[in-house]
């Protein structure tokens, strides 16, 4: 099964795809999370994406499409993935309709998470990560059940995104708007989208995911 989560910053893309490859064994393929891998390592792409992810725009379509046609290839791709943050602009969903074409893959499912904006500000400035293995928490929404104490890997010590920030978050927002919000009615006209309220709790908006999913036929 090969998924896509759409949605703004925010919207819980990160926290669904991480659920859903625990209950159906697919691979989650963040482009954020590849890119911010590539800035820590000093790449060149990630030479040439920090500043942008930093002030809140979309890196290059041709740098995202490369990493993700490198990814999708990859052994542990056979059975399905979800890609959480790509596609982000209707040049990068043309590339991805080739990409699996040529793959003989198909796309089962565009997932929408609606949330209302002021929603996605508090969201993101409440954000925090386990610094060892990357478990996305928040201040108040989803708290480790031990306080202090990552629920994952145990670890105590946490940070939060460069990118996190007040500013930022309104530039990223309205990068959304321009560039990724029309890919809703690309992926409608394709019958292909679903919509989930992403406004429920967590654990509900799953619950809804999960639904979709067994709605989808098997191959
Ligand atoms: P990326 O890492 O993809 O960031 P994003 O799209 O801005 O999304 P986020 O990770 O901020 O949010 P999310 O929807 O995953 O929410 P999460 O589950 O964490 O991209 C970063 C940057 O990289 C971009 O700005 C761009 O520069 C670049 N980039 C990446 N891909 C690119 C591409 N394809 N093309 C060009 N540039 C690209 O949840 C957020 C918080 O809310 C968490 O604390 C969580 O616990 C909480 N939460 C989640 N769900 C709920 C809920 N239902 N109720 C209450 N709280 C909730």
Known sequence: MNLI?????????GTQAEAITKTRGLVQLSTGDML???????????IEAGAIMEAGGLVPDEVVIKIIAERITAPDCVNGFILDGFPRTLKQAAALDVLLGDQNKKLDA????????????????GRYMCADCGASYH?????????????????????RRADDNAETVRNRL??????????????????????????????DVTKQVEGILAGIASP
């Open 174 to 203: 309205m990068a959304y708007y321009r560039e990724t919000a029309p890919l809703i009615g690309y992926y409608f006209a394709k019958g292909k989208l679903k919509t989930v309220d992403g406004m429920a709790p967590i654990a």
């Open 110 to 125: 565009v997932i929408e998470l609606k949330v209302d904006d002021a929603a996605l500000v508090d969201r993101i400035s």
């Open 139 to 159: 201040d108040t929404n989803c708290q480790p059940k031990v306080a202090g104490v990552c629920d994952r890997c145990g670890s105590t010590q946490f940070v």
């Open 5 to 13: 989560l759409l949605g703004p910053p925010g919207a819980g893309k």
């Open 36 to 46: 911010r891998q590539a800035v820590k390592a000093g790449t060149p792409v990630g």
